[in-house]
């Protein structure tokens, strides 16, 4: 371990998890006929050597379930949470660039969606955007903005008053100009790690909300899907439908984090050196 | 804050009025729609409320709800008030529990991750926070579920109350046996949040040069912990610990489902699923009124805890 300082024991974690997401976003796009196929000669099978995670009641493989639910997660959290990111970024800087009028509306907005729980608002959204899969995606991409549009808010507000920024507005550069060419270059670090952790809680907003039904139907089988299905066979003993689908999620949850931990910790300057 | 409350009213009404789902379809079924008559589907449009422009039905209601009719919800077939005082009483035994519980152990656990940085506690508690983080609720609730309902037996598997029991008949004690796992699972999950970030902060006052100071006159680390570093940990925490009311009240949303108690967070699922507005409408804003009710306590209790912030009041 000598050889392995601290910057390099950090990059080899940042690819092991992009590897790890990759490869089970790929392979679960590549098995959703055996997530589907049912075969009752093999219902409510232990788990085993041939079924990792077991067979649920109607004899569908659980494994190829379980990736199946999370590469269709993985895809979901990363759009909706590039979306949200994207609002938020385009908020952030609005808010502190437009002049004091926009930058209490923006405020206010945000102080207004935070003012409702995560979960009634997701609900609500995706209520209004006709449930379904669209419903999803729009409800988590509207809802992770706001703490984000905040941050980002508050970075632009303190580069404005840097010594740079103003001597480009003296010397008649346009306030478009500016942002674009002074103050966003700066933001896209915190920009980067900002979106990237909003994954992991996209990914858990989307599971949630799936399982408590706004979401798809039994025939895409969505991790959230899963989970509420098991649980009504949980009371019969067949702890391994839940137990399983379950894990698979924290690891790759977990994974997320990791990634965007690992992130900041090279991109921020304060901790780059250590 | 009343004027920030309108809004929230007049947003969650604009979601539902924008909703392409038709609760007459969602509720009724295609098939019984189909073989009605032109007269039953005009009452029952009128039932829900399909047939006033959204604009007039915003206003009935509000004016309605301002004087505390909540109108009556379509789900439960009872005035929304009288749902929403039951569930609300459900739900906040739950809630107030795990609020206070995952409040004082995360404080506790961010407080000792701190001053033991980098060393085994510190390690332990932060692993701790950031699994639990990465878990979602609904699972944990599962998990538990089937660790004390299942296999072992000593605890209910669901609902608030024993079942085939009458209302008068369910003792206090039933009604906390039930509570138990609900409680415990949104105290699990709240506990990381918070000692997530009192360690941050923790750590922060523990690198300062009057602990530093503190450390040269020869204080003990626990006389540090109680004279310098609890106060100024004590002002981020309490924002955090009423910011995450909004937090407790999402996860009561996916706790109340999986083990089928009947409060606050189910009447909204079953309210979102079923179209139906007046509740839903209801129970948004009793929740906003809750988080904004939350924001103003915190504001009030950091000029008790700070006095800084109390002088600086002062001058204005």
Known sequence: MKQWNRRKATVLILVISILFLVTVAAAGSQCS?????TDFSRKNLLPCL???????????????????????????????????????????????TLGRRADGVITWVIDLIMGIPHMLLLILISVAAGRGLKGVIIGVAFTHW?????????????????????????????????AY??????????????????????ILHEASITFLGFGLTSEQPAIGIILSESMKYLVL??????????????????????LGENLRRLIDPNSAHE | MVFLLVAVSIVSFILMTMSPVDPLQANVGQAALGSMSQEQIEKLEAYWGVDEPPLKRYLAWAKDFVRGDFGM??????????????????????MVTAWILSGVIGFILGVAAGVFRGRLPDR??????????????????????????????????????????????VTFLDRLRHAILPALTLSITGISNIALHTREKMIDVMESDYVLFARARGESTWQIVRRHALRNVLLPAITLQFASISEIFGGSVLVEQVFSYSGMGQAAVTAGLGSDMPLLMAITIVSAVFVFGGNLIANILYGIVDPRIRRGGNRK
């Not at chain 2, 699972?139 to 609902?159: R, S």
């Open chain 1, 33 to 37: 006929d055996a997530a589907r196929a």
């Open chain 1, 50 to 96: 041939e079924y990792p995670f077991g067979t649920d009641w109607m004899g569908r493989d659980m494994f190829a379930r379980t990736l199946k639910g999370l590469s269709l997660s993985i895809l979901i959290g990363v759009l909706a949470a590039a979306i949200s990111a994207v609002i938020a970024l385009v908020l952030g800087i609005c808010a502190a």
């Open chain 1, 146 to 178: 706001t703490s984000l549009a905040r941050l980002i808010r508050a970075e632009v507000m303190q580069l404005k008053e840097s010594p740079y920024v103003k001597i480009a507005g003296k010397l008649g550069k346009g306030k478009w100009y500016v």
């Open chain 1, 181 to 202: 060419r002074h103050i966003l270059p700066h933001l896209l670090p915190q920009f980067a790690v900002g979106l990237v952790l909003m994954f992991p809680h996209a």
């Open chain 1, 237 to 258: 003993g067949k702890w391994w439908l839940a137990l399983f689908p379950g894990l698979a999620l924290v690891v790759t949850v977990i994974m997320f984090y990791l």
């Open chain 2, 73 to 94: 919800s379509l789900q439960y077939r009872q005035p929304v008030s009288k749902v929403i005082a039951v569930k609300l009483g459900n739900s906040l035994f739950l």
């Open chain 2, 124 to 169: 332990l508690i932060k692993g701790y926070c950031v699994v639990i983080s990465s878990t979602p609720a609904f699972w944990l609730a599962l998990l538990l579920l089937m660790i004390f309902g299942v296999w072992l037996k000593v605890l209910p598997i669901g609902l608030s109350v024993p079942i085939g029991l009458e209302a008068s008949g």
